[in-house]
């Protein structure tokens, strides 16, 4: 298992001295404001080698790549989308040339990740994000008119038969991550991706070793789903690329984010189903609380929170090496 930190924008240079000071090898990030990102597109190969490059010299690999933004034309089935496809596609022959393993991307045009809270009040002052469907009840619909569930399956199939025959030549993983809120509509905007069935369905359109899920094990959360039922099903499949870290409380139309320890998760028995699946993949801390010292100019991705995050991460990690190691000396494990 590979613990990672997430870095966009230069209010994240501090965290890149954390992460070295507390092993933390790995980076999930997306150019953005560099020396040729400035000049040249986010899928350019200098704008990648780049970014590839400072994450180097501090000591970091960079293994996922997060944040694409320019496929919206793609979501929406519009005249564009063949050429917002076909930058997809230079992004990942850029990313297989450079060694960037996995790429995050989601299927929600328009709102994209949506919450209608980013002050809640948490546990001693801190913060946290939350959303509420009542909030948005009369949210009236984009420019470009409703878009509805079908169009959606119908734009996602269309763009992986064509990106998956690149992810392949290039062996770079395709992570989709799950609707957040798991909605089933926000202004006039269907939303597809909001249970596990929907998520494993992605992996069937077009089947590949290189088409599987983001397990943000939040929005999973929230769908009411079971969590580590959830990364046992999609691990043993062979389709988790990726995890994010994070837990709620509530339900899909109605739920604040938490702390990593007092959410409606078991993040015991959730961090344990990796184990058990032999996941070797990377996994961040996801949406922390912004906690005392930190500003909420960037809601859930606070340094503070992300230290507290990851030493809650660790400690699970260490408890459950520890009972398996007890496990298999008993002749009981066999995961």
């Known amino acids: 298992m590979k613990i990672a930190y997430s870095f966009y924008g230069e209010h994240h240079t501090p965290l890149k001295h954390f992460a070295k000071q507390l092993g933390i090898k790995y980076a999930v990030t997306m150019p953005q404001g560099g020396k040729y990102t400035s000049l040249v597109p986010p899928w350019h190969y200098m704008s990648l080698r780049e970014l590839k490059q ?51 991307f989601n299927w929600m045009p328009v709102w994209g990740w949506f919450r209608t809270r980013v002050n809640v009040a948490a546990e001693g002052g801190a913060s946290v994000t939350g959303f509420k469907m009542e909030d948005v009840k009369n949210c009236p619909p984009p420019a470009c008119g409703p878009v509805s569930a079908d169009a959606l399956w119908t734009n996602l199939e269309y763009f992986l038969k064509k990106v998956i025959p690149v992810a392949e030549k290039y062996k770079v993983q395709l992570a989709v991550h799950p609707d957040d809120p798991p909605v089933s509509c926000i202004g006039g905007v269907d939303r597809i991706l909001t249970s596990a069935d929907a998520m494993y369905q992605v992996t069937k359109l077009v089947p590949s070793e290189y088409n599987g899920i983001t397990m943000c094990q939040g929005t999973f959360a929230s769908m009411g789903e079971d969590v580590p039922d959830c990364i046992r099903r999609f691990g043993r499949e062979g389709k988790l690329f990726f995890a994010h870290f994070r837990d709620i409380h509530g339900q899909p139309e109605e739920f604040v984010e938490t702390f990593h320890h007092v959410g409606d998760t078991d993040m015991y028995e959730a961090m344990k189903a990796y184990y058990e699946i032999g996941y070797q993949g990377v996994m961040r801390p996801d949406h922390v609380p912004t906690m005392y010292g930190d500003d909420n100019s960037n809601p ?8 507290f995050a990851t030493g809650y991460m660790l400690g699970l990690m260490e408890s459950i090496e520890k009972e398996l190691k007890i496990k298999e000396k008993e002749g009981v494990w066999n995961g």
């Open 300 to 307: 859930g991705y606070g340094i503070n929170g992300n230290l």
């Open 54 to 104: 400072e994450m180097e010299d501090f000591g970091m690999e960079w293994s996922v790549l997060e944040g694409v933004d320019f496929i919206d034309s793609a979501k929406l089935g519009l005249p564009a989308k063949d050429e917002a496809i076909a930058r997809f596609c230079t992004l990942l022959e850029n990313m297989g040339k450079l060694g960037i393993k996995t790429v995050c």
